[in-house]
């Protein structure tokens, strides 16, 4: 069956680097866009930064913009999420997620993503 696997989680201190990776297997990759997703203690889970199947569009949260970069390999089938001058407010589970086409504006909707990740937890210390 289809696998979305995170790494790269863990803990860092505000102003610190992170890389995640999700690896997908059993899935045509390249026709999927991906996404990462977070989800704090309490909140909702929200929307942080996509990228269509080809790699051509790059889609970010605002609270993310400038600071956060996705990017993919379609022959790795992998997806990254490079996280920059981490916050405190950036701690959360992170999830990736596959979906079939999506435009600028419901790339956002985690409803209409297919395929999960488990989650890898990011902790940023202040």
């Known amino acids: 069956q289809v696998q979305l696997v995170e790494s790269g989680g863990g803990l860092v201190q505000a102003g610190g680097s992170l890389r995640l990776s999700c690896a997908a297997s059993?899935?045509?990759?390249?026709?999927?866009?991906m996404s990462w997703f977070r989800q704090a203690p309490g909140k909702e889970r929200e929307f942080v930064a996509g990228?269509?199947?080809?790699?051509?569009?790059?889609y970010y949260a605002d609270s993310v913009k400038d600071r956060f970069t996705v990017s993919r390999d379609n022959i790795k089938n992998t997806v990254w999420l490079q996280m920059n001058s981490l916050k405190s407010e950036d701690t959360a589970v992170y999830y990736c997620?596959?979906?079939?086409?999506?435009?600028?504006?419901?790339?956002?909707?985690?409803?209409?993503?297919?395929?999960w990740g488990q989650g890898t937890q990011v902790t940023v210390s202040s």
């Open positions: 990228i269509s199947s080809r790699g051509g569009n790059e």
């Open positions: 997620a596959a979906r079939y086409y999506a435009s600028s504006r419901d790339v956002i909707e985690e409803s209409d993503y297919v395929f």
């Open positions: 059993q899935l045509t990759f390249s026709s999927y866009t």
